[in-house]
């Protein structure tokens, strides 16, 4: 039975207050766990597409665990009595999720990004995990052509755990979807661009940054045309704010 972890609201999308030793072991439960368990990896801009689609809001409202990706999802938290201390992002989740699946002799199959690269970042993990039973890997596309062939490669390889990087919110979308045709798959996580830098396709910002919050702008530095999606990021930030504005306050009795 897989515990439920307590959460938080953010513009109404949830967040579980966790770190990433409390994110894996809920994810050990879920690899044992008859059905299939999506892991969501939130960040604002996730929220703000949430709040424009609400069959997005469902799925992370809905998912087995929802981690605060984003340094902005940890922000909006800081009003809480008990705020989110940190991130547990996919990308680090990732290769954590790699050991525990090679320590118990679980496949895990990489499916999406850029050509070649979800094989790339399994071929990195296996050397670091030797026992990692590398299930598959594909770069197929999210499109109906090519949705059969990959469902049938990832039922086929007998994976029990399956990341996905088709990006927000394709990813979530994906899994949602095809959940009842991957009878196998007990975990499912979105893992955005974690392949690009597991596989050193792309560099990962600097350990000061990830750790000040700003992995956001060396990855705009890095990646100028993700500046229409940051474009999000204001907007999110005045939400939030005209949100904690209407918080009655306390007053001392």
């Not at 770190?19 to 990896?41: C, I, K, N, W």
Request: include cysteine; charge should be positive; charged fraction near 25%.
């Amino acid at each position: 039975m897989i515990g439920s972890p307590e959460s938080l609201w953010v513009l109404g999308a949830r967040v579980d207050r966790v770190g990433r030793y409390e994110a894996m072991s809920l994810v050990s439960d879920m690899m044992e766990t008859p059905g299939l368990s999506q892991v969501v990896t939130l960040n604002p801009e996730y929220v703000m597409m949430a709040r424009r689609h609400p069959d997005l809001l469902r799925i992370i409202n809905c998912a087995g665990l929802s981690v605060a990706d984003g340094a902005g999802i940890v922000w909006a938290t800081r009003l809480e009595e008990k705020p989110l201390r940190d991130r547990v992002t996919g990308t680090d989740l990732l290769p954590e999720i790699c050991r525990l699946a090679a320590h118990r002799g679980h496949g895990v199959f990489f499916l999406g990004g850029k050509p070649g690269v979800a094989g790339q970042a399994a071929a990195r993990l296996k050397s670091r995990f030797p026992d990692l039973v590398v299930a598959g890997s594909s770069s197929n596309d999210p499109c109906a052509e090519l949705d059969s062939r990959t469902l049938e490669e990832i039922r086929r390889s007998g994976a029990r755990v399956l990341a996905v990087a088709y990006g927000c919110p394709k990813q979530d979308f994906w899994i949602d979807q095809h959940r009842e045709e991957l009878p196998g798959v007990r975990l499912a996580i979105g893992v955005g661009g974690a392949f690009d830098f597991i596989s050193g396709e792309t560099p990962r910002a600097p350990g000061w940054m990830r750790h000040a919050g700003l992995e956001w702008l060396f990855r705009l530095w890095m990646e100028p045309r993700r500046l229409r999606r940051m474009l999000a990021l204001p907007g999110f930030a005045a939400l939030v704010a005209a949100q904690a504005a209407r918080r009655p306050k306390n007053r001392p009795g």
